[in-house]
């Protein structure tokens, strides 16, 4: 075992240390000695380590009370008291020592003991007690500063634990909170105006703390004087004889910040005393780095899972609103004490959602906003930035700036109220068009934003700009295909004398429009043209092609209703004009004088006849390809259809099913499809429609009904 890795940067204050130190694991076997170790036991550090100490240098007669006191210290207990220990020459000594319980990742993974040889510290006692004491707590203090989780632990253990280390009656950490601002995070001593005055400062400040995070270089002030003379502003504070010294807190070349000390009178420091102050100083600057290192992570990570969050909140819906007011939800506290969404309508800005914990801060904003209105030609704020495109970043929000925007006093005092600390505004942009303005605000929490934040908040407004901009696709494309379906399609079909007519659309996909298309055109002659046909596709390419079809079968109709005609110019159209898009199509002409229906089948699902009596018959499979392929002969088949008999025409999102072959789909309607009889076509095919369709199955399903009925007289 060795030092665990938390601790390997104290190793060079226990190896300076002026007494014996000895690491041990939990079976009492030593990975750690100093110099001073080997001399107070008369072993190597060879000899030490890798050695029981029970073995080792516990007397006989002392191994059942070395045994308690391990047991005590594993137990994460500190003992402290005398001992009689055996050295290499057989000789017994009696040492003062300390154990701790040695810590890594919060479990005690082996004990760390501290002693000094009593019998010389009689002789040297008075003179060297004090230094000693310090020493004892300097390394309880790192001890400490090891083990803290939290950066609150490390302030306590620095202006507390480590102050009375050093005889200090006043103490200070300081941390940048960027290159330019320090913040005042601990603070020690009776005068608490200091605190305030120094809660933040700037680093140029003529300071001692200021000077040490400036230069990488400890200050120490001795005497008023001298105080007077290089630190005015703080002689003004503190016009006392004391002595200060201030530490730059540093890891590598980057500097955290500073910790500061001061004591009563003037107090010489010498070489000795400021290396042990530095090596505490270098051990906060560990600590607190490991600490924001595991801050820093628990951050991303929480950024991280926001940012799964989110995408899936507004990938969930094409409701921009609601997503989006989710969003400002999930936002708070996770990255602001509040969150506002506003979009661009009609050339202004309306808000979706203001977030908060607490909802009566809400409403307390929603007071403001309506009493105080934000001026939309101001030159910073939301509205600007939904001018601009260009974010906006508030690292601090002063008072000074609350009341320089301020209306009122009555607007002051609400301002006020809502304790805004920093903030950011970022625009939504999609398409370079800027959409909305999302708005991140730090209040109780005290975070300032910085840039990182900027840039975090930043990709968070993209995502939520392509949802806005995906949505009013979706709406736009919607609508259009919507009008072009309504334009081509019948709402309901017409009614005929002796004829009983219904039609069944069911839309699927992102535009709820397909290429399934269906008509019924009364001819001159009495007889009934009737149609059913399939774009490939869907959406407003197939939606276009089968209008270009469907307007071009009424036309040639007109001319020509035989289906060998009207399927001649079609093949000519689509070679013509090189349609690309694949379309089956099957074109069929109910004569009721004659009994028969006339078709032609161009690579479309049979069509189904039900008689009067339930009977089903399916014609034919088709036996040419769909329109848009050449070389195929189209010829018209001839069929009964008695009065009282029903047509059924259908596209295949009927019948299909994944992992099924069409002839079952097709074998199920049949057995299905004899419902059709019954009285109420429209009801019994809406019926027949919702019991075929598979509801798992992403196709557009249409079908029309056709049944030949003797008009009343």
């Not at 997503?323 to 602001?336: D, E």
């Not at 001026?375 to 002063?398: F, I, K, M």
């Not at 469907?550 to 007109?558: F, H, M, N, P």
Request: aromatic share 6%; net charge negative; charged share 25%.
């Amino acid at each position: 075992m060795t030092l665990p890795p938390s601790w390997r940067s104290d190793t060079a204050l226990l190896d300076a240390l002026g007494a014996a130190v000895i690491g041990a694991d939990l079976t009492g076997t030593i990975f750690y000695c100093n110099a001073v170790a080997e001399a107070l036991y008369g072993y190597t550090q060879d000899q030490l380590r890798g050695s029981s100490v029970m073995d080792l240098l516990v007397p006989t007669g002392g191994l059942a009370a070395a045994q308690e006191i391990m047991r005590q210290v594993t137990a994460g207990q500190r003992w402290t008291g005398e001992f009689l220990v055996r050295t290499a020459s057989g000789a017994e000594k009696l040492v003062q020592i300390t154990d701790s319980p040695l810590y890594d990742a919060g479990e005690v993974v082996g004990v760390l003991g501290v002693a000094e040889d009593v019998t010389d510290l009689e002789a040297a006692r008075a003179g060297i007690l004090q230094l000693t004491t310090r020493l004892n707590r300097l390394a309880k203090v790192t001890a400490e500063l090891a083990a803290a989780h939290d950066l609150e632990g490390v302030t306590e253990t620095v202006v507390s634990h480590a102050a009375d280390a050093v005889g200090a009656n006043l103490a200070s950490l300081s941390l940048l909170e960027d290159e330019h601002n320090v913040r005042l995070v601990g603070f020690r001593g009776d005068d608490r105006s200091l605190s305030t005055a120094y809660e933040r400062y700037s680093v140029s400040n003529q300071t001692p703390s200021a000077e040490a995070i400036r230069t990488g270089k400890p200050v120490v002030v001795e005497g008023a004087a001298a105080i007077k003379e290089r630190f005015p502003e703080t002689y003004e504070r503190v016009p006392e004889e004391r002595t200060f010294i201030a530490l730059p807190l540093v890891v590598g070349e980057r500097p955290l910040g500073a910790m500061g000390l001061s004591f009563p009178g003037p107090r010489h420091v010498d070489d000795q005393e400021l290396e042990f102050l530095s090596t505490l100083a270098d051990a906060t600057a560990q600590a607190i780095d490991r600490l924001q290192a595991l801050a820093d992570a628990a951050d991303r990570s929480a950024k991280l899972s926001f940012l799964a969050g989110a995408a899936a909140e507004l990938s969930s819906s094409l409701d921009y609103r609601s997503t989006l007011a989710n969003v400002a939800r999930l936002a708070v506290p996770t990255l602001a004490d509040w969150c506002a969404v506003q979009v661009v309508e009609d050339g202004d800005l309306t808000t979706l959602a203001v977030a908060h914990v607490d909802p009566a801060k809400v409403v307390l904003a929603q007071e403001l906003s309506e009493r105080y209105p934000p001026d939309p030609t101001a030159q910073a704020g939301a509205h600007h930035v939904a001018r601009t495109g260009v974010s906006e970043l508030y690292p601090e929000v002063t008072d000074e700036m609350l009341v320089a925007g301020a209306r009122d006093e009555e607007h002051l005092r609400l301002s006020r109220e809502l304790q805004l600390r920093s903030g950011l505004v970022v625009p939504l942009i999609a398409r370079q068009q800027v959409l909305g303005v999302l708005t991140l605000v730090s209040a109780e929490s005290g975070h300032r934003y910085d840039q990182s934040d900027l840039a975090f908040a930043e990709n968070l407004a993209h995502r939520a700009a392509v949802a806005i901009d995906n949505a009013l696709l979706y709406s736009e494309t919607r609508e259009a295909s919507l009008r072009l379906q309504r334009a081509v399609s019948p709402e309901r079909l017409e009614e005929l004398p002796g004829w009983e007519l219904a039609g069944v659309y069911r839309p699927a996909g992102s535009t709820e429009v397909g290429g399934d298309f269906y008509d019924a055109v009364p001819l001159e002659d009495g007889r009934l043209a009737v149609f059913m046909g399939d774009v490939m596709g869907r959406g407003l390419l197939a939606a276009a092609s089968m209008a270009v079809v469907r307007s071009a079968l009424r036309a040639y109709i007109v001319i020509d209703p035989s289906p060998d005609a009207v399927m001649t110019k079609l093949d000519v159209m689509f070679r013509r004009y090189d349609i690309a898009q694949l379309v089956t199509l099957v074109y069929l002409v109910v004569d009721a004088q004659r009994d028969e229906i006339a078709l032609v089948n161009a690579g479309h699902p049979p069509p189904l006849v039900v008689g009067p009596d339930g009977f089903v018959e399916r014609l034919p499979l088709a036996e040419s390809p769909p329109l848009g392929l050449e070389g195929f002969d189209r010829r018209t088949l001839r069929v009964p259809f008695r009065a009282g008999a029903t047509l059924l025409a259908f596209t295949d999102g009927l019948v299909e099913r994944r992992g099924e072959d069409i002839d079952a789909g097709l074998e199920r309607l049949a057995r299905r499809a004899g419902t059709l009889s019954g009285p109420d076509l429209s009801e019994l095919l809406s019926g027949l429609v919702a019991r075929m369709t598979d509801t798992e199955r992403e196709d557009d399903v249409a079908a029309i009904a056709v049944r030949h009925v003797e008009p009343a007289t």
